[in-house]
Every structure is written in C-alpha cells, then in structure tokens.
C-alpha cells in the first residue's frame, strides 16, 4: 500500500505560480511511477504531467512549458511547479503512484495509488 497526499494548492492570480507537493508513505516510492492529474468541475479527471522511475518525464499539452514535475526520492515527494497559472488551470489536482510497466503514463487506469486531492484556483 502507498499513502498519498497533496498540499500546496489555494488561491492564486493568473500569472502566478504554486508548487504542489505530494509525500508517499508506505512501500517504496522510489519504485512508483508518478503522475498528476487534476478535474475540474463538470469535466472528467485529466491527465496533467508524470515521472518515471528514472526521472523520466512526459506532459499533457496544456501544460507543457508551464508546469514541471520532479521527484526527490529521499524524501518520499513528487512536486508538481505551476507557472503563468491560466484560470482555466484551476481544478483540483491530484497525485497518483503507478506500477512501471503497468499502462500508460497518461491514463487514470494505469494508477494504482491516489491521493485526494488539492484545491487550486486561480483568479482573473
């Protein structure tokens, strides 16, 4: 079993940044593959940057140049940083761990571990 939970979000202008945070409890995170997912209201949960293993990473076009997701594997987190945020960015984000080798990377199927989210918003 892997514990996730995201902080980091809240309110912020458009233009801005926030860094999201995920700490992993539990199994090995080192051996998960990350990724960050967020839904907005009346909209289906969307796939938003992921990690592999090996620091890999792959983004959803929305996003790509703005966001950047790393992990540091010595203190169990994958962050998520948000920059030039667009109203259209808010959601609420989620994190979630995957098996290597097990889907993939983009789709909500392939994870196996979730967190519960995190509110952001962002004002125009």
């Known amino acids: 079993q892997v514990q996730l939970v995201e902080s980091g979000g809240g309110l912020v202008q458009a233009g801005g940044s926030l860094r999201l945070s995920c700490a992993a409890s539990g199994r090995s995170f080192s051996s998960y593959a990350m990724g960050w997912f967020r839904q907005a209201p009346g909209k289906q949960r969307e796939f938003i940057a992921a990690i592999t293993t090996g620091a890999n990473t792959n983004y959803a076009d929305s996003v790509k140049g703005r966001f950047t997701i790393s992990r540091d594997n010595a203190k169990n987190t994958v962050y998520l940083q948000m920059n030039s945020l667009k109203s259209e960015d808010t959601a609420v984000y989620y994190c979630?761990?995957?098996?290597?080798?097990?889907?993939?990377?983009?789709?909500?199927?392939?994870?196996?571990?979730w967190g519960r989210g995190t509110q952001v918003t962002v004002s125009s």
């Open positions: 979630a761990a995957r098996t290597p080798g097990r889907g993939g990377w983009a789709s909500l199927s392939s994870y196996d571990y």
